[in-house]
């Protein structure tokens, strides 16, 4: 190479590495405390656009910062386990929990951020460029990965050259276009291992329930296509036949209700439902909302409603069961069991009183009633050291390195510690319960009390 190519090509790559330099202290600077949130009240329009633009790539660089840390604590905790004869199948179990809680996210979600960030890091380098660029979002990268996943490691990296090496292509590409020319790449590159996770979808198929505004619940089927287009279908046609006061929604959900459970749906369903409410809002002497177990809180007057419903239909049945509350926190503390096999009430009582998963910003329905010490390292079975767990994060609670204690206080208030093998510390505590507390009892007294009703509850 000639002299002059040199110092050319040595001042080219001087010029990148001032721009990276500097392009890297902005991003830098812009983390700085209270700078981020910092916007000029006197800016005109262009001015307040360009810093939305400017804060997006920033969220973007964040995302990918993110999934290299990601990566990097699997890989490195991988390695360590290995050093310590920890088995392959085992190495790096609980992992993807620690992530989600560090970003305060759900630890369902653990295991996607991770996928995702082993999959940008070691696999699909344009595609993590483009997001560190601001190129793409977070969301759209997501969608990028997740359509090239039935990909082998080639080409896989096949499609991330082609959708992503040029990252001007993804401008004014929205989520929908960005997905369907990740599908169409895939099927090009390998069209027998598309087919092959369609089938496998089918056997994915199925049917959650969560919460939504206003005392409404969203019922959700993963279906084949073929099935869930004619379940539309007949349900369009119930409300193309039917002409009445009601609108067309309105008519469809409720031939759903029909259909499915076999009577109309105006009629209680013979189905247990758990509502927590203090007996002055039930009485209607306070306004307090009560709690549906598996739903959150309802207003008062709803959840008088429903008791009055079911008690003044024959075809429907209600029942009362006594919740101790703390005299001083209120805190649910014991609670009064018709059945004699302990074991069975003290899983509904954990559930009443911790009402989701207890593992920090997971909001999963409870489905493993587990000790917090666990019962082989001398837990004992008990409301205070018991928790109310998703499936997810009681099986991960057991991976090395992770440990759950589980206090209450004086007051009776219950927390949750959670470590995990890095050392971080989060707490969860059980949410109050309804109603108003207006109790004023010596401290003697209390105890006596708790006491009492540990014994009757037992």
Same mark, same amino acid.
């Given at each position: ?33 209270? !700078? ?12 307040? *656009? ?10 973007? /660089? ?9 990566? &990097? ?21 609980? $992992? /993807? ?15 996607? @951020? ?63 276009? *960005? ?14 291992? $598309? ?11 199925? !049917? ?58 105006? $009629? ?23 709690? %549906? ?21 024959? +075809? ?9 509350? @703390? ?36 909001? /999963? ?30 099986? &991960? ?6 440990? !759950? ?35 004023? !009892?010596?401290? *003697?007294?209390? +105890?006596?009390? %708790? &006491? ?7």
């Amino acid at each position: 190479m000639s002299t002059a190519r040199q110092r050319s090509t040595s001042a080219l790559v001087a010029r990148r590495a001032v721009n990276v330099s500097v392009s890297t202290r902005s991003i830098e600077s812009m983390f700085e405390a209270g !700078v981020l949130a910092v916007v000029d009240p006197h800016a005109d329009e262009s001015t307040l *656009v360009a810093r939305i633009a400017e804060l997006e790539a920033v969220k973007s /660089a964040a995302s990918a910062g993110q999934a290299r840390a990601a990566a &990097a604590l699997d890989a490195l905790r991988r390695s360590n386990e290995a050093g310590a004869g920890v088995p392959a199948a085992q190495r790096g179990r609980g $992992v /993807a929990s620690e992530i989600a809680l560090a970003r305060r996210d759900s630890p369902a979600r653990g295991g996607r @951020h991770l996928g995702f960030a082993k999959a940008l890091v070691h696999e699909m380098p344009h595609t993590l460029a483009a997001l560190e660029a601001g190129r793409l979002s977070e969301w759209r990268a997501t969608l990028i990965v997740r359509e090239s996943a039935c990909l082998d490691v080639d080409d896989r990296r096949a499609l991330d050259a082609e959708m992503c090496a040029d990252g001007s292509k993804l401008d004014g590409m929205g989520d929908a276009r *960005v997905a369907a020319a990740a599908r169409a790449i895939a099927y090009r590159l390998n069209a027998r291992a $598309v087919v092959d996770r369609a089938a496998k979808a089918e056997s994915e198929r199925t !049917v959650t329930i969560r919460p939504a505004p206003d005392t409404m619940t969203w019922l959700t089927a993963l279906l084949p296509v073929a099935q869930g287009v004619s379940v539309y279908a007949a349900l369009k046609r119930a409300a193309d036949t039917t002409f009445d006061d009601r609108t067309r929604g309105q008519v469809m959900a409720d031939a759903l209700v029909e259909r499915v459970t076999g009577r109309p749906a105006e $009629v209680a369903q013979p189905i247990a439902v758990n509502l927590v409410i203090s007996d002055e809002t039930l009485l209607g002497y306070d306004d307090t909302a009560a709690l %549906v177990d598996g739903y959150g809180p309802i207003p008062a007057a709803v959840a008088r409603h429903l008791v009055s419903d079911a008690v003044v239909d024959d +075809r429907s049945r209600a029942t009362l069961r006594r919740l101790y509350r @703390h005299p001083s926190s209120g805190a649910l503390v014991a609670m009064e069991s018709r059945a004699r096999c302990f074991p069975k009430g003290l899983a509904t009582f954990i559930g009443l009183r911790d009402q989701r998963c207890r593992t920090p910003y997971c909001d /999963a329905p409870i489905r493993h009633h587990d000790h917090a010490q666990p019962h082989h390292r001398g837990g004992a079975t008990t409301w205070e050291n018991g928790l109310g767990m998703c499936e997810r994060c009681n099986y &991960a609670k057991e991976a090395a390195g992770w440990r !759950v204690t589980a206090t209450m206080d004086e007051t009776g208030r219950h927390t949750a510690e959670f470590t995990t093998p890095a050392g971080m510390h989060y707490q969860s505590g059980a949410p109050p319960p309804p109603g108003p507390l207006d109790v004023f !009892v010596s401290e *003697v007294e209390a +105890r006596i009390t %708790v &006491a009492l009703a540990e014994f009757h509850a037992a």
